[in-house]
């Protein structure tokens, strides 16, 4: 026969007594003394894990290609939304993104400033107004990871082409 475990809480105008299975009883304890349950609601949230997958938190270069960023602003993105999913920050600096490449084992990019300004022009990252120099990962950058960047890894469309002057015409002609 299987023991019994019940949960019963008496106090002001309260007088509680249930039957529980053990394991919700070893939550409830848990609970009481100040530990975190096995097993809460945000749990049923999550997606089933596969049968015999191995569960291994993501690199940041396995961020990177997971998600096709293959520009610099792209990776830049990513590597700020790794920093928001993997470790809880909300936002991240210049240098972070910096440390995020030499983690992901990548170059560091030769025109950092500028690959900044297109991300934040593409308006996948933006920067907080209350700290100089500190990122976030905005709506539309979140929209472009979870695509992948679509089959573009990221490129951004060119600008505007300058047209060829009319003495540049004519030089190219003859």
Same mark, same amino acid.
């Given at each position: 026969m299987a023991e019994e475990y019940r949960v019963t809480v008496v106090g002001a105008g309260m007088n509680f007594d249930k &039957?529980?299975?053990? =394991?919700v009883a070893r939550d409830v304890l848990l609970l009481v003394l100040g530990g975190k349950p096995s097993h809460t609601?945000? /749990? /049923? $949230? *999550?997606?089933?894990? *596969?049968? %015999?997958? +191995?569960? !291994?938190?993501?690199s940041v270069g396995e961020y990177?290609? /997971?998600?096709? =960023?293959? !520009?610099?602003? =792209?990776? +830049? !993105?990513?590597? %700020?939304?790794?920093?928001?999913?993997? /470790? %809880? =920050?909300?936002?991240? !600096? $210049?240098?972070? +993104? +910096? #440390? %995020?490449?030499?983690?992901? #084992?990548? &170059?560091? &990019?030769g025109y950092f400033d500028r690959d900044i300004r297109r991300a934040v022009g593409a308006k996948w990252i933006a920067e907080k107004r209350d700290a100089k120099d500190t990122f976030y990962v905005t709506g539309t950058g979140k929209k472009a990871l979870a695509d992948n960047f679509g089959k573009s890894g990221g490129r951004l469309p060119q600008g505007a082409r300058r047209k060829k002057s009319t003495a540049a015409k004519k030089a190219t002609q003859t």
């Open positions: &039957p529980v299975a053990e =394991a609601k945000d /749990d /049923d $949230k *999550k997606e089933p894990k *596969k049968e %015999g997958s +191995l569960e !291994t938190e993501l990177i290609a /997971d998600h096709n =960023a293959k !520009t610099i602003p =792209a990776k +830049l !993105t990513a590597i %700020g939304n790794y920093f928001h999913e993997h /470790d %809880g =920050a909300e936002s991240f !600096t $210049k240098q972070e +993104l +910096l #440390d %995020g490449f030499e983690s992901a #084992d990548e &170059p560091s &990019p």
